[in-house]
């Protein structure tokens, strides 16, 4: 059994900060690549950023310069620290995880239930 789970969601105002964080835990043999994902009322999930266990990060155009995503591979914990917030950024944000289970052979997707952030006026 793996979960992944999100917290630090909430509301905050325009020019805020909110630190999101992400742990998978459970029969976990390996990570490889966790991160996060955003998801607006009717709008696709995007790639905000992840970072690979070797440290490579990915992040996408419209939050590069404000948001970073850091990790602690030992506590198998991810954070998107999230600064300079605008309304655009409302969404649920997902955590996702590419892990090995112990009972399995192969690397899998594992999602977290979602944490909404609200960015208001």
């Known amino acids: 059994q793996v979960q992944v789970v999100e917290s630090g969601g909430g509301l905050v105002q325009v020019g805020g900060s909110l630190r999101l964080t992400c742990a998978a835990s459970?029969?976990?043999?390996?990570?490889?690549?966790m991160g996060w994902y955003r998801q607006a009322p009717g709008k696709q999930r995007a790639l905000v950023a992840d970072m690979t266990e070797g440290g490579t990060t990915n992040v996408a155009d419209s939050v590069k310069g404000r948001f970073t995503i850091s990790r602690d591979n030992a506590k198998k914990l991810v954070y998107l620290q999230m600064n300079v917030l605008k309304l655009e950024d409302t969404a649920i944000y997902y955590c996702k995880a590419d892990v090995r289970p112990l009972y399995r052979s192969f690397y899998e997707d594992y999602w977290g239930q979602g944490t909404q952030v609200t960015v208001s006026s």
């Open positions: 459970g029969s976990i043999g390996s990570s490889n690549t």
